[in-house]
């Protein structure tokens, strides 16, 4: 799961805690389904994603990465610690009695090498020289 999802996840869940009770159960998924289609969530959403992508960093060096996590959960009040592991960030969501949930996301970029060369090298080789 992208931190992407993580952070949508977990807003949800933030957002729906005050929903989330005994009382008017049945119309939990039409309220959930008409926040979910508001516009300023999903421009929120987007933000927050395109943020993520213009700073890849490698695992133990995502500082940004990090930074803007932490910035998220402060601005929706989401209690979390902070350094785990370098630069990990648990947050808190809930009155931390039973029954717990736990979600997990990795924030780190992965290596992509680049095929380029191999490409132009096997272009120029097999349908220039043959």
């Given at each position: 799961?992208?931190?992407?999802?993580?952070v949508s996840l977990g807003f949800f869940l933030y957002l729906l805690s005050?929903?989330?009770?005994l009382n008017g159960s049945s119309d939990i998924p039409s309220r959930?389904?008409?926040?979910?289609?508001?516009?300023?969530l999903f421009d929120w959403m987007v933000g927050v994603r395109r943020k993520i992508h213009e700073n890849p960093e490698l695992g133990f060096e995502e500082f940004?990465?990090?930074?803007?996590?932490?910035?998220?959960?402060?601005?929706?009040g989401v209690k979390y610690k902070h350094p785990l592991s370098v630069t990990g960030v648990?947050?808190?969501i809930g009155s931390g009695k039973p029954p717990f949930v736990a979600l997990r996301a990795d924030m780190d970029a992965l290596v992509?090498?680049?095929w380029?060369?191999?490409?132009?090298?096997?272009f120029f080789?097999?349908?220039?020289l043959v």
């Open positions: 799961m992208s931190l992407f999802n993580w005050p929903i989330l009770s959930f389904l008409n926040y979910a289609k508001k516009e300023e940004e990465t990090s930074k803007l996590v932490r910035a998220e959960l402060d601005k929706i648990v947050g808190f992509m090498q680049v380029f060369n191999f490409i132009f090298f096997y080789y097999f349908f220039l």
